[in-house]
């Protein structure tokens, strides 16, 4: 069973438009951390966010916020007024003691901010 | 910063032919993986090493091997390279603890002909 789930495989917007790039994710752990990357069309993988489960607030950063709300076990990322740097493949990872030092990566969401 | 490297940004090699894929960490991390990233199926874990001279399989090992002799690096051994192993191949390191993200390295492309 997929812990992590992204159901958007791709998104495309224009320009100025908010997006928000969805993050389900299951475990039957306590203690756990949910995290976001992105990895532009050069291929690093860049970290974006940390959030623990004992941590329900939301997080603002510039245009990004991030929205953790564990009674639907969501971890949904906002961009507002996109811009084409925003381009890139997001994924959301959840770390849990079940799997050691290991993630479990989200399948990723394509993102075109398109001009 | 932690700085994770890998020792080519491109790489083409034959069928049949023996591939090293070597990857740096600057930052002293326990832990070192290495990923296969391909279009539709999103990031695979190949191997990972918890200490030195220490591994474990992920979740598609078959075709490829690994060395950690020392903490810093950890080599992806491709034995027999073959075209189904062209792929964009990413090493990360991460410290010991759930709460630490993974650090990622520029990710290797390469082709098999």
């Known amino acids: 069973a997929q812990k992590v789930t992204q159901a958007q495989t791709e998104i495309s917007v224009v320009e100025k438009e908010d997006v928000t790039l969805d993050c389900v994710y299951e475990?039957?752990?306590?203690?756990?951390?949910l995290f976001w990357y992105k990895q532009p069309p050069s291929g690093e993988l860049v970290f974006l966010i940390r959030?623990?489960?004992?941590?329900?607030q939301n997080e603002i950063s510039g245009r990004y916020s991030w929205n953790f709300q564990k009674s639907t076990s969501s971890f949904n990322f906002t961009i507002t007024a996109s811009q084409v740097v925003d381009s890139a493949v997001y994924f959301c990872?959840?770390?849990?003691?079940?799997?050691?030092?290991?993630?479990?990566f989200g399948p990723g969401t394509r993102l075109s901010v398109l001009p | 910063d932690v700085k994770v490297t890998q020792s080519s940004r491109y790489l083409v090699k034959r069928t049949g032919e023996k591939v090293f894929l070597e990857c740096v960490q600057d930052?002293?991390?326990?832990?070192m993986f290495w990923y296969r990233q391909d279009p539709g199926l999103g990031l695979r874990l190949i191997y990972f090493?918890?200490?030195?001279?220490?591994?474990e399989k992920g979740d598609i090992p078959e075709g490829y091997s690994v060395s950690r002799e020392k903490k810093e690096r950890f080599s992806l051994i491709l034995e027999s390279a073959s075209t189904n192993q062209t792929s964009m191949y990413l090493c990360?390191?991460?410290?010991?603890?759930?709460?630490?993200?993974?650090?990622f390295g520029p990710g290797t492309r390469l082709t098999v002909t």
């Open positions: 990872a959840l770390s849990e003691s079940l799997y050691g030092q290991n993630f479990v």
């Open positions: 959030r623990n489960s004992f941590d329900e």
């Open positions: 475990t039957r752990d306590t203690t756990y951390y």
């Open positions: 930052m002293d991390h326990e832990n």
């Open positions: 990360a390191s991460r410290p010991d603890g759930i709460n630490y993200e993974q650090y």
């Open positions: 090493s918890y200490d030195v001279k220490m591994k």
